[in-house]
């Protein structure tokens, strides 16, 4: 049985060696629920970042060339790696992220069915033959592995978004140098142990750590690198969809979310709190698709408020390796901070707060799980995300008013609403303007579905065969004189 220890390393990967130093210093990683240093990782400058790119420039000709199935055998062997050192990477991960065990063990298996997922897709890249206007010529479309792709990823989900990544781009034969959140490198820097196990060839998966704008800046910079995605936050992203331009790249953008969940007066009431507690409190709220606001009708409002509270409060707030908790801290004191501002805020503008509503007695970054009855537009969280436990539960009336004000935001990445009425499923489902509808479901996210936002939430899938494509340039071959 291995042992979280075994994964965490404390060294860059680039170009199948691990680099204890660089030329950046170091970085300093906190566990979140004990405050206490977990340990250090190397900072990449330029000088590492750009050796790992040209590493994977090196290593990209003989992995686009391999075979599917191939590449596929190797993916498969990946995903069983994963799976057979599911324990260790989940408590390695909770460490460093603070999210309970049970959930850190379940976005691990996820990443293990995304590689897998991607495994089986590698082997359906199909062309087309395209009927020719010109009788001595013929039209053949193939498909392409686009090159060296540079992921960056957060830390709310520090294995399953290069998961989401890695998988995809190894399948279509890219290469990849994978730069993660600073507050979780742990989990990303296991990847490369992970691909060593696997047998994956030395430069197709590189890992840095390092200052985000140096490594971001040489990643979107550099013209060895095609492709660019990216999840984290929106303005981020605009700021690499901008230097991207510049070698015009490629690029994918899993950015913030602001999803409402409306729950109408004919919902199923229980399910629609069981599937608020999943939308809305699933790694303490700090996840793009969960719910920033709670759309109640007129005529369920104060029942289902008094459900949602009644299922908060029984909520476990503590560290994620202890067991029954079902709520962990927040990743830092920025975090925690902003969750302060925006209730404050909301009881400056008459909000009540039916429970929670402050920091925990467990110190650090824990927040209670909150409830707020009697929001309003004029609250920050009706605009703002609020990656935290915090509950808003705004009144609507009709379904044309809940339809408005779910769709009255620049993002479009999840949303959700209950509904017993068949006609209005499809309704409301083709009227909101989002990526992703769960329709008397909280929990939506699968390997086999593709994950993506519209409007300011994002550019491109991920998961499913549409996943793939992202990784892909399509090449028309003309061929005449037949
Ligand atoms: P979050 O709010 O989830 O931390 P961010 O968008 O700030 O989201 O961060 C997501 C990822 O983007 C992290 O890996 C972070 O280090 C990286 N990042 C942040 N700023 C930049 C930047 N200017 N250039 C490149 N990467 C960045």
Known sequence: MSKWSDFKRDAIFVGGRWLDKASGGTIDVTDPATGKMLGSVPSAGVEETRAAIEAAHAAFPAWAAKTAQERAVLLRKLADEILKHQDALAELLTREQGKPLAEARGEVGMSAAYVLWFAEEARRVYGDVIPSPWADRRIIVTKQPLGVVGAITPWNFPSSMLARKIGPALAAGCTVVAKPASQTPYSALAWGILAEKAGIPTGVVNVVTGDARTVGGELTGNPLVRKITFTGSTPVGKVLLKQAADTVKKVSMELGGNAPFIVFDDADLDRAVEGAIAAKFRNSGQTCVCTNRFYAQAGIYDAFVEKLTAAVKKLKLGSGLETGVTQGPLIDDKAIAKVEEMVADAKAKGG??????????????????????????????????????????????????????????????????????????????EALQYGIVGVNEGLVTTEVAPFGGVKESGLGSEGSKYGLQDYLDVKYTCIGGI
Do not use: H, W
């Open 352 to 429: 009540a707060v039916a429970t929670g509503g402050k920091r925990s007695e467990l110190g650090l970054s824990f927040y209670e799980p909150t409830v707020i009855a009697g929001a309003t537009s004029a609250m920050q969280f009706a605009r703002e995300e609020i990656f935290g436990p915090v509950a808003p539960v705004f009144r609507f009336e009709t379904e044309e008013e809940a339809l408005r004000l779910a769709n009255d935001t620049e993002y479009g990445l999840a949303c959700y609403f209950y509904t017993r009425d068949l006609g209005r499923t499809f309704r409301v489902s």
